[in-house]
């Protein structure tokens, strides 16, 4: 049905209502209306293909208990009227009856009974400012044209986002376009995404005369669909910068929260609502590099732009950060913020803000930075926008008359959940019944001889199997480190912590900080991250920085000599191996730091040396400069031999450091661009001695590469049959005895599966057959576990002693590992629920654009969206509901849908990455249970698998290797709901 058209019934119904009104008896209008809704769910009964015959029943029994209330007549011909005006239009509007079909319209019927009880008691406008999404839902049965009125421009002003959803329900209103006008101008990034499709939203925008409106156009005719260039529609408008410019100045974070904090000062400026989203973005990453760097980072920000950082910024503060924020802060001055420009900025950020300070001690510092009558304003604000719950009434009116009984929503749920409840107490009494998946054939079985080899069961030993407890499920354990210290061998967790996960250690020092052993680990752990630990020495109240101070040790005390003279503002911290070992002097480093080449070369000599000081900041820093370098490499176009200038600059060992430290982006072509380069200035040296010239760090990292390119046949090129044979015997040395012996399992299997020399595989699965034997003649059941599971994960590529494999394969039999059972992923609340995480980079909001495109008006999926997030759900078989933040909205969408999770009481039980590999420890962070099923969708993501499974044990893991594609999981999530 045409807008017109639509239109015309809608005038048509509202006459009708008039004209019937005019009846001299209610009581008649009333029944003619009763008779008219029977009719309209009769023919939607038998002309709507697929009508829900539940919804239709709850009209009759909201009719039933209409009947009862004690209303007047009056008003229940009112309410009556809006009820068939709603069918009528399921009947006679084609998009009406598809969004019926779809379920659409379920809520709107669930609201009808509140909107009847607060019409009646005066309140209409209370309640339907309370619930806007339920609201915008309801227009076609809420006809009440004033009530929207007074509260449409607070629902859209509040959430931009859930009123453009809508935008189609309201085109009658005949103040609609202008609405769509000024939020469209008031926040710019929400509505750019409806510039580039057709849709209702574009239909006003589009035909709009504004000039500011028409501004938009402009910018989205000259700019890709991801840029923030509209976010300076001001500067747009008023002629003072080109698009190009602002496209410009939005690729420099610093400059554009400069420009942007300064837009806020300005008289009726517009894109107050994105201004301040994407002010809160910009300050939590400087924050973020704040806490990396130091003062560093906040050095470009005057007095007033720091304060407004920590405000906007706030969910991203520490004790430790906020402190030395303050106390910078306080040596610069500014003038405290007035009432005037705390009109324009977020006034719950500011009260976050205050109450984080007043917790801290920090009052005086608060009341210095804000006046008194900006502190008035503020709380004024506050008490007004108080939020108050308004509860939903009358619900029996849908209810079998005389009884309670559960929403159609409820009862489907309920049902599902019995259903799977049933099915799984089946399975368990008759395994042979289990639900198998239906594009699966039954393998065959191989008839094996009957087993003569000698598989022992794995019995690890009390003091292992503890250990192996704590270190496999970490962020639990962290969260329990108070406990583990306490216990016997908790210490030997604790060492482990300070050796490999440092920050925790700090962290966390309130857990173990009266321990007589704490000083030794906490020392221990900044000597492996001196740039971690450099944060805590301002404090001399912080108990990290009193264990330290109370050390002797000469390291500990070249931090102090380090922070002491240059505080935060040096990356000799990450050289404290040079300084300590006499290699190099704290001033010279310094000072050569600044150099990214110099540094680059001092970063990766320390890196390969052996036991060096400072190992985990090295590593992280290395990390940080090899991906930034690589993906330099990978985005260069046709940029031929130039590309690789900074490759040239470095020796083989920087090489090789580089390729081991950015192997999370390294694909195909830039990989063999940079190891041809690395082979040149091996200057015709042994493999074998270049390997013991770097110590053998993270060998195995890179003859996993050499192997997943094609380069393994290349690097092994003129060894001896011998000198093979001792690089083969190397990467199996001592497995067992690695503190991180998963993640170089994961290497061992990745190379033992890639490699396409057959020789060199069957001489590796000799190699493992012998490891594991004499593991089981010496009885080491740690070894046991490690040979014997790698083994089993060979068992089918064997062509070395096939029946041997085949008999492990069997004794150490694992899950299918290219398949899981849809049952296996419901959560407690009967339905699968997966969290996909995607990141604000150009990556990142291309994979969510085509993510959401796969969903998107599709019959058998319901889209809803929340501003930060969206919620994707299932129509038909199984119940899945999807979860994923907005790219743009990166930390508040995410930690919205965490927080969903807690109110809801519900785990996801799959976990869905996309980005680039540099953002995957950020979600791996950010999952607080152990899901059954683990997505890692990145560039060199499934090199982050081993940290994801020491942090979250899980069922599955599914990585994509070294695709250069952007993936929707669409496939993914059709798949689950029928198998």
Excluded at 677 to 699: A, C, D, M, P
Excluded at 854 to 879: C, H, L, M
Excluded at 920 to 947: R, V
Aim: aromatic letters at 12%; glycine letters at 4%; hydrophobic letters at 35%.
């Amino acid at each position: 049905m045409s807008i017109k058209n639509f239109i015309l019934v809608i005038g048509i119904l509202l006459l009708s209502q008039n004209t019937w009104a005019s009846e001299t008896e209610d009581s008649i209008a009333i029944e003619r209306f009763e008779n008219e809704i029977d009719k309209e769910q009769l023919y939607i009964a038998l002309n709507v293909k697929g009508a829900d015959s539940s919804f239709l029943k709850r009209i009759d029994y909201f009719q039933e208990n209409f009947a009862k209330k004690n209303y007047p007549l009056s008003s229940k011909r009112k309410h009556l009227a809006n009820l068939y005006n709603f069918l009528h239009i399921i009947a006679t509007s084609s998009e009406a009856k598809e969004k019926f079909k779809q379920g659409f319209y379920q809520e709107a019927l669930d609201f009808f009974p509140s909107i009847i009880a607060y019409t009646e008691s005066g309140e209409l406008e209370k309640i339907l400012a309370a619930y806007p999404g339920k609201t915008l839902k309801s227009i076609p049965i809420l006809f009440n044209e004033v009530a929207l009125k007074n509260v449409l421009y607070e629902i859209a002003y509040n959430d931009p986002e859930v009123f453009y959803k809508y935008v189609y329900e309201l085109f009658t209103l005949p103040y609609i376009r202008r609405y769509v006008e000024e939020v469209a101008l008031f926040a710019p990034l929400t509505a750019k995404k409806y510039l580039f499709t057709s849709n209702y939203v574009n239909y006003y925008l589009e035909s709009s005369k504004d000039s500011a409106v028409m501004k938009l156009f402009e910018v989205k005719n000259q700019v890709n669909a991801a840029a923030k260039s509209y976010i300076l529609i001001n500067d747009l408008v008023d002629g003072s910068m080109s698009i190009q410019e602002a496209e410009r100045l939005c690729q420099n974070k610093e400059l554009l929260a400069k420009k942007l904090l300064f837009t806020l000062t300005e008289p009726d400026h517009l894109a107050n609502y994105s201004i301040n989203r994407e002010l809160e973005n910009l300050s939590i990453y400087t924050l973020r590099d704040f806490k990396m760097n130091g003062a560093t980072s906040v050095n470009h920000l005057s007095p007033k732009e720091l304060i407004y950082t920590m405000i906007y910024g706030n969910k991203e503060l520490s004790e430790e950060t906020i402190h030395a924020l303050i106390k910078l802060s306080t040596i610069r001055r500014s003038e405290a913020i007035d009432e005037e420009e705390l009109k324009s900025i977020s006034i719950k950020n500011v009260a976050a803000f205050i109450n984080i300070c007043e917790e801290l001690g920090e009052e005086e510092f608060v009341s210095r930075t804000f006046t008194d009558e900006a502190k008035s304003y503020m709380m004024s604000k506050l008490n007004f926008e108080q939020e108050i719950k308004y509860s939903f009434k009358n619900n029996d009116l849908l209810n079998p008359p005389g009884s309670y009984t559960a929403s159609a929503d409820e009862q489907i749920s309920l049902d599902e959940k019995a259903k799977t409840d049933e099915q799984i107490k089946s399975e368990l009494a008759n395994p042979d019944l289990a639900a198998k998946p239906d594009d699966v054939n039954a393998p065959k079985v191989d008839i094996i001889e009957k087993p003569k080899y000698n598989f022992p069961k794995i019995e690890l030993s009390e003091v292992d199997r503890t250990f192996l407890q704590w270190t496999k499920n970490l962020n639990k354990s962290i969260k329990n480190l108070a406990d583990i210290v306490e216990q016997e061998n908790g210490v030997t967790f604790l060492d482990y912590l300070s050796k490999y996960h440092p920050d925790d250690v700090f962290s966390n020092i309130n857990d173990f900080y009266r321990k007589s052993f704490c000083g030794k680990y906490i020392a221990q752990a900044a000597l492996c991250a001196p740039n971690s630990a450099k944060r805590y020495l301002y404090n001399p109240q912080n108990q990290v920085n009193i264990q330290l101070g109370a050390s002797k040790q000469p390291a500990v005390r070249k931090l102090y000599d380090i922070f002491n003279k240059y505080a935060f503002q040096s990356k000799s911290y990450f050289l404290l191996n040079e300084i300590v070992r006499g290699n190099d002097n704290m001033e010279s480093l310094h000072e050569g730091a600044k150099d990214k080449i110099t540094f680059l070369k001092k970063l990766c000599k320390v890196s390969t040396s052996l036991e060096p000081l400072g190992s985990y900041s090295v590593s992280k820093e290395l990390n940080f400069e090899a991906l930034k370098i690589v993906r330099e490499i990978n985005g260069a176009e046709n940029g031929g031999n130039a590309k690789y200038n900074v490759i040239e600059q470095l020796n083989a060992q920087e090489i090789y450091a580089l390729m081991v430290y950015g192997q999370e982006e390294l694909f195909k072509n830039s990989f063999n661009g940079i190891y041809n380069i690395f082979k040149t200035k091996l200057n015709g040296r042994n493999q074998i001695e270049f390997l013991e010239s770097v110590n053998y760090h993270k060998f195995r990292n890179f003859l996993s590469l050499c192997s997943m390119f094609d380069k393994w046949s290349d690097f092994m090129y003129n060894l001896s049959s011998e000198q093979k044979q001792v690089l083969y015997q190397k990467l199996f040395a001592d497995l067992e005895k690695e503190s991180e012996y998963l993640n170089e399992a994961v290497k061992v299997a990745d190379i033992m599966q890639n490699i396409k020399d057959l020789d060199g595989k069957s001489r590796l699965q000799e190699l493992l057959k012998t490891q594991y034997e004499f593991a089981v003649t010496s009885n080491n059941q740690k070894a046991i576990s490690v040979f014997g599971l790698l083994a089993s994960i060979n068992s089918e590529l064997a062509i070395y002693d096939q029946k041997w494999y085949r008999a492990i394969g069997q004794a150490y039999k694992l899950p299918p590992l290219s398949s899981l059972f849809v049952k296996d992923l419901i959560c407690s609340n009967g339905r699968i629920i997966e969290h996909c995480f995607f990141y604000d980079d150009d990556d990142g909001r291309s994979s969510y654009i085509n993510f959401i495109a796969g969903y998107k008006n599709q019959a058998d999926w319901a889209f809803e969206d929340f501003s930060t997030y969206v919620k994707i759900s299932s129509r038909n078989g199984t119940p899945i509901e999807v979860y994923a933040n907005k790219p743009e909205a990166e930390y508040v969408g995410q930690q919205a849908i965490v927080s969903l999770f807690k109110d809801l009481a519900v785990e996801p039980s799959t976990i869905i990455h996309r980005g680039h590999s540099y953002h995957t420890e950020k979600t791996i962070k950010q999952i607080s249970n152990s899901p059954k099923f683990l997505f890692l969708g990145s560039c060199g993501g499934h090199y982050k698998i081993a940290d994801a499974l020491k942090k979250h044990p899980m069922r599955r893991h599914l990585r994509q290797n070294k695709l250069e594609v952007n993936l929707s999981m669409t496939p993914y999530s059709e798949h689950s709901t029928k198998n």
